[in-house]
């Protein structure tokens, strides 16, 4: 349904049915509402998105060369090295990923189509506006308990070289510990967030999307 639909629809209606063409004309200026407000929400946040890609492009770059010249300078020099250049190497990635999501999430942006078949368009803005998605909560779990993982390495070493504790079952609790209690903290910092910039947009597009299919049948 699109909105030049939903016009050609108020304009057959003969003056019998009077109530029904003010309740389309409602209808199709909440749907002009809706969407410039999501234009102008998604033109803040590109315009934000754009203002912080470049500081984390040189985080990406300087982990990236704070590793490389690791890899050059210690290696085998160093007791430490190996599980230091962990810690290195996973800051470097989380940077650089964090960089490259960044920019594709720009790009994505700015391809959006305001003009698209308005259920489409409300499905499309419902993606983009909830809290989170199942194959990105999957992924962040993956992707912490890896970090996990690695960063047990270097604190293995710390405790075994400063602290005599030999277990290595000791250094991974820790490191998952840690980790964890970053990723819930992080996790309740952003549905915070969502819940004062988006959660009533996102609601208004769930009542949207709710009127317009009911209005179909």
């Known amino acids: 349904m699109k909105i030049d639909d939903i016009k050609k629809q108020r304009f057959a209606i003969k003056a019998p049915h009077a109530k029904m063409e ?3 004309n409602n209808t199709e200026d909440s749907i002009d509402s809706l969407i410039e407000k999501l234009k102008s929400e998604d033109t803040k946040l590109m315009h934000s998105l754009k203002r912080a890609l470049p500081l984390w492009g040189i985080a990406a770059g300087c982990s990236l060369f704070v590793t490389i010249v690791s890899f050059i300078s210690i290696m085998g020099t160093s007791a430490d090295f190996y599980a230091g250049i962990y810690l290195r190497v996973l800051l470097m990635l989380i940077f650089i990923g964090l960089t490259v999501a960044m920019y594709l999430q720009i790009k994505k942006l700015g391809t959006i189509d305001y003009t698209e078949p308005v259920i489409l368009f409300l499905r499309n803005a419902v993606k983009r506006y909830r809290f989170i998605s199942l ?11 890896i970090l996990a993982l690695a960063a047990s390495v270097y604190f293995n070493d710390v405790l075994m070289r400063y602290f005599d504790v030999s277990d290595t079952s000791v250094g991974i ?3 998952f510990a840690f980790v964890a209690l970053v ?9 915070s967030e969502w819940k004062k910039s988006k959660a009533a947009i996102f609601e208004e597009i769930k009542k949207m999307q709710k009127e317009l299919l009911h209005d179909s049948e």
């Open 183 to 191: 990723y819930v903290f992080g996790y309740y910092a952003t549905k």
């Open 173 to 175: 609790i820790i490191s």
């Open 135 to 145: 194959p990105y909560f999957l992924f962040s779990i993956v992707a912490s308990s």
């Open 22 to 24: 003010t309740t389309m």
